[in-house]
C-alpha cells in the first residue's frame, strides 16, 4: 500500500521515494533495520536484504541503499 495516495500499488512510486517493505505490507521511505538491515533497491522499488550483485549493486550501509557506485570517500571490499 502507498500511504501517500491509500491505494494498492505492484511497485512503490518514485516520488515520493518509497520501497516494497513486505513485512508491514505498505511502501516506506526508509527501510526497516530489524531483525535484518534491509537496503532500499531502486532496481525493484523493494527493501532487500541483499543488494543484486549480478548487476553491479552494492550495499552502501550508512544510507540503507543499494549503490552503483560507493559514495563519500568508501571503497568496495569483497564485492
Known amino acids: 500500500m ?3 495516495t491509500w491505494r494498492c500499488v ?4 518514485t ?3 518509497t520501497f516494497a ?7 516506506v521511505a526508509k527501510c526497516p533495520t530489524s531483525p535484518f538491515i534491509y537496503f532500499a533497491d531502486n532496481s525493484t522499488r523493494e527493501c ?3 543488494c543484486n550483485q549480478t548487476v553491479g549493486y552494492i550495499a552502501y550501509i550508512p544510507l540503507q541503499k543499494c549503490v ?12
Open 2 to 4: 502507498d500511504d501517500s
Open 10 to 13: 505492484l511497485k512503490c512510486p
Open 15 to 17: 516520488n515520493p521515494d
Open 21 to 27: 517493505d513486505w513485512d508491514a505490507n505498505k511502501c
Open 48 to 50: 532487500v536484504t541483499a
Open 68 to 79: 552503483l557506485v560507493c559514495l563519500n570517500n568508501t571503497y568496495s571490499h569483497n564485492g
